[in-house]
């Protein structure tokens, strides 16, 4: 169980829009650390095997972004929904969703996956090394509540999906509120 424990300092290889590049691709590297994501905010992360992937991209995500208000309500500060991809893969399908509140985050090496303990291989998928499927509420850095998806192990044949989604989420932030 990570209750408790702090998330791993690693730094983010992401791209961001910048208009001063000028061309049809105006977009710059930019360095965002762990503390950049977590110092301060009470967050939700969820973390996926993958980008453009069939759970994630017509449930999970979606999913994520029509509640992104009731979790405000709940004070959440910020959704931020991580793979491991790099941050073209990640922009690209955050963009193809539309996406006008979850921030996404690339962890393209999967450094804070696998610090996080939650690297697997899905080879059997032709993926190479992703994510296990997980959520966590994270308070200043610091995990508070946990998610994470049943059957953990390298090259599962299923992909649980059920306890990481935003409707259990929000089900455990009210139980806990009327505790």
């Known amino acids: 169980m990570l209750i ?37 905010k009470r967050v939700i992360l969820f973390s996926l095997p993958g980008a453009f992937t ?23 500060d910020e959704i931020y929904c991580m793979s491991v991809n790099d941050a073209f893969v990640m922009n690209a399908w955050a963009k193809g969703q539309n996406l006008q509140n979850v921030k996404v985050i690339p962890d ?21 090394m992703r994510s296990w499927r997980y959520a966590a509420i994270i308070d200043d850095g610091v995990v508070e509540q946990w998610f994470e998806e049943e059957g ?13 989604s935003p409707q259990n989420i929000m089900e455990k932030l009210k139980e806990k509120k009327a505790a």
């Open 4 to 40: 408790g424990r702090k998330v791993p300092n690693v730094t983010f290889r992401t791209r961001v829009r910048d208009e001063s590049v000028g061309g049809p691709n105006p977009f710059r590297w930019q360095d965002v650390t762990s503390d950049d994501y977590f110092k301060g």
């Open 54 to 76: 069939p759970t994630c991209s017509t449930f999970q995500l979606p999913d994520f972004e029509k509640m992104y208000e009731e979790f405000k309500a709940e004070g959440i």
């Open 108 to 128: 393209g090496s999967g450094e804070f996956t696998r610090k996080m303990g939650m690297l697997v291989a899905k080879d059997n998928l032709g993926f190479g």
């Open 152 to 164: 953990y192990s390298d090259n599962c044949e299923s992909d649980p999906y059920g306890v990481s």
